[in-house]
């Protein structure tokens, strides 16, 4: 079993930034990639970021590439989400997530944090 546990969220204006970060215990949760998705109102969950425990490679969605970077601290067992030049676009609840790769090289993200929410004004 992996834990996820998210903080950080909160209310920005335009052009601010914000820095989420993910608490991960478990036996196992170095076996896993990380991720952060999020969830606008009334829209489906999105894929923003990706990265293993190593570090590398990083993988983002192309509206925040350029804005948001995905970084790992081994030490504390967290990953976090820089988010820089926010627009009311970025307005969700953002989650963490544990995923495994397939020989496909499909990710299927099988745990996952309660969510975070930011709020962008303009």
């Known amino acids: 079993q992996v834990q996820l546990v998210e903080s950080g969220g909160g209310l920005v204006q335009a052009g601010d930034s914000l820095r989420l970060s993910c608490a991960a215990s478990g036996r196992t949760f170095r076996d896993y990639t990380m991720g952060w998705f999020r969830q606008a109102p009334g829209k489906e969950r999105q894929f923003v970021s990706q990265i293993p425990w190593s570090g590398e490679p990083t993988r983002y969605a192309n509206s925040v590439k350029g804005r948001f970077t ?7 067992n967290t990953v976090s989400l820089q988010m820089n030049s926010l627009k ?12 495994t790769r397939n020989v496909y090289g499909i990710y299927a993200w099988d745990y996952w944090g309660q969510g975070t929410r930011v709020t962008v004004s303009s």
């Not at 009311?88 to 995923?99: L, R, S």
């Open 70 to 76: 995905i970084s790992i601290d081994n030490a504390k």
């Open 88 to 99: 009311p676009d970025d307005t969700a609840i953002y989650y963490c997530a544990a995923g």
